[in-house]
């Protein structure tokens, strides 16, 4: 529950304004209830008193791709991947910001470096995916989704996605 995770960090940050986990933290859980605004500043807080951390960064290119300033997102998200590229969560977030621009082809280019780096990441697996479906791929999109299912057997969404995307794969 993002609200009740909210109350914690809130408390820790109480007693120590400067903690960057947990305004990262309080970001994540503010993004997850929709709270944009405000997760942006807590994202904000925490690059600038760590200018370094990526996953700070990183919450913060997050937040500004779901705020629709895709430009700026990807920025954010070249920016870390400068810094390291090896990075996973953010060519995977980069490719969620591509994917929500309507640029496939990009999205799956992005997917394809997260997997890369990471190659057990279920998030990045099926939403290439879903990408791969937009292509009209069905073939690439199923092989995706069983990979998903291999990896979390019980992914709702993965399990949904299959189903339809056998169905329309005649």
Same mark, same amino acid.
Request: hydrophobic share 40%; aromatic share 8%.
């Given at each position: ?9 809130? @408390? ?6 400067? $903690? ?83 640029? +496939? ?5 992005? $997917? ?13 697996? $099926? ?5 791969? +479906? ?21 992914? @709702? ?14």
């Amino acid at each position: 529950k993002p609200d009740d995770a909210l109350v914690y960090f809130r @408390r820790a940050l109480a007693g120590d304004p400067r $903690y960057v986990r947990a305004l990262c933290g309080a970001g994540n859980a503010l993004m997850d209830m929709g709270r944009l605004d405000e997760a942006r500043e807590q994202f904000q807080r925490a690059v600038r008193l760590a200018p370094d951390d990526l996953d700070a960064l990183n919450g913060l290119a997050t937040v500004t791709a779901r705020r629709n300033h895709f430009k700026e997102a990807l920025q954010l998200f070249a920016e870390i991947l400068e810094r390291d590229p090896t990075y996973a969560a953010a060519h995977m977030n980069m490719g969620n910001t591509y994917l929500t621009m309507g640029k +496939v082809d990009d999205a799956i280019a992005a $997917y394809r470096k997260a997997l890369e780096y990471d190659p057990n990441n279920p998030d990045a697996r $099926y939403n290439m995916g879903v990408a791969e +479906v937009m292509r009209g791929k069905f073939d690439q999109a199923v092989s995706c989704f069983q990979a998903v299912l291999c990896l979390k057997p019980n992914h @709702r969404d993965a399990q949904r996605s299959l189903a339809a995307t056998l169905i329309k794969a005649g």
